[in-house]
């Protein structure tokens, strides 16, 4: 099955209305350093968790560089929703000099 799959720079920075970034990294990961307004919910709880997706959304789904978040991606289109992967994941992002946000006090948000 192929994984519907987007570039970083192509994750517009204002999200519109019906558009969710979906970080699915562990709680270190996500403390360190997030995409802001992103929804948070960890691949190991995810199938716990569905009730928490937006049901009349899209999702751009991300994880650190890309292999979690196309196996989340995978799971969400065979089960209804509509998900997009995000290549390279959070290392791209951070790269590419797109916006993050941690909450670790005084420290610079990052990606583990």
């Known amino acids: 099955m192929?994984?519907?799959s987007v570039e970083v720079s192509?994750?517009?920075?204002?999200l519109p209305t019906g558009k969710v970034l979906l970080d699915v990294r562990e709680?270190?990961?996500w403390a360190a350093g997030h995409a802001p307004g992103a929804l948070h919910i960890p691949m190991s709880e995810l199938a716990q968790r569905l009730g928490e997706?937006?049901?009349d959304s899209e999702f751009y789904?991300?994880?650190r560089a890309?292999?979690?978040s196309a196996r989340v991606t995978q799971y969400l289109n065979a089960n209804g929703?509509?998900?997009t992967?995000?290549?390279g994941g959070m290392q791209v992002w951070a790269a590419a000099g797109r916006p993050l946000v941690g909450e670790v006090d005084g420290a610079e948000p990052e990606v583990i």
Request: glycine share 12%.
């Open 27 to 29: 709680a270190d990961e």
């Open 53 to 55: 997706l937006p049901g």
């Open 61 to 63: 789904v991300v994880c």
């Open 10 to 14: 192509s994750v517009p920075s204002e």
């Open 81 to 83: 929703w509509d998900a």
């Open 2 to 4: 192929t994984v519907p």
């Open 66 to 68: 890309g292999g979690r």
């Open 85 to 87: 992967n995000v290549d």
